[in-house]
């Protein structure tokens, strides 16, 4: 299958700062990428979508301003927690499309940590 | 009905035991259904894709039903190896056709 590579795995970061999370596809193009979160113990929910050339959309509920998302190139797609607090520590997860298909690859995740 | 629902178990079982999930949904125009493994702490990796009546791989078999808006996972032969969570993938209602939602998650944990 197709291969998403995400970095950093983990950070751990103090309160206020922000952090940068890197998706990228490795073996094929990416129009199309997508940003989860996932909690303990939840199911992963969608965050945003990242579109190549143009604006991310968001899901209700995620606010754009604090979550900064751009999608540089075919192959690569930023998330940026701005001012991050405790409340969003959290795994993110960006998968993409391979193609036209629905099947979804994923990153590893990067394992958000805020004191 | 939510969009995707599962039992989030935990499902303990023996080692060499048949287990099977089911998960329901609402969109009855989904054409195509995941199954998707999560060991702890990592990403999802795809299992099976379900695109018509059901599809089977070695052990796993995952079956549709249209008519009740189901899809379950059947493990054959249960192996130490299968404990994980089984994530139910389903396209959403709206926003575009590679948008999908997840289930919560069924958690299988196989026993020596």
């Known amino acids: 299958g197709a291969v998403v590579s995400q970095h950093p795995s983990w950070v751990i970061c103090k309160s206020g700062t922000s952090v940068k999370i890197e998706c990228r596809s490795l073996?094929?193009?990416?129009?199309?990428m997508f940003w989860y979160r996932q909690f303990p113990k939840q199911s992963l929910m969608l965050m945003a979508t990242?579109?190549?050339?143009?604006?991310?959309?968001?899901e209700q509920g995620v606010e754009k301003d604090k979550f900064l998302i751009n999608h540089a190139s075919l192959t690569l797609s930023t998330l940026t927690v701005t001012s991050a607090h405790p409340e969003d520590s959290s795994f993110y997860i960006c998968?993409?499309?391979?193609?036209?298909?629905?099947?979804?690859?994923f990153g590893p995740g990067t394992r958000l940590t805020v004191l | 009905r939510k969009e995707v629902e599962q039992d989030p178990g935990p499902f303990n079982v023996p080692e060499g035991a048949t287990v099977a999930f089911n998960c329901t949904y609402s969109?009855?125009?989904?054409?195509?259904f995941f199954w998707y493994r999560q060991d702890c702490r990592k990403e999802p990796k795809l299992l099976m894709s379900?695109?018509?009546s059901g599809n089977e791989d070695g052990r796993f078999t995952a079956q549709l039903n249209r008519a009740s808006q189901y899809i379950s996972l059947l493990i054959r032969d249960s192996k130490l190896s299968d404990s994980a969570t089984y994530l139910c993938?389903?396209?959403?209602?709206?926003?575009?056709?590679?948008?999908?939602?997840f289930g919560i998650g069924t958690k299988l944990q196989v026993i020596p």
């Open positions: 998968s993409a499309p391979e193609g036209r298909s629905d099947t979804q690859y």
């Open positions: 073996d094929f193009q990416a129009t199309t």
């Open positions: 990242s579109n190549e050339g143009s604006k991310a959309t968001y």
């Open positions: 969109n009855s125009a989904s054409q195509s």
């Open positions: 379900v695109y018509s």
């Open positions: 993938v389903v396209p959403r209602s709206s926003g575009g056709y590679q948008k999908v939602t």
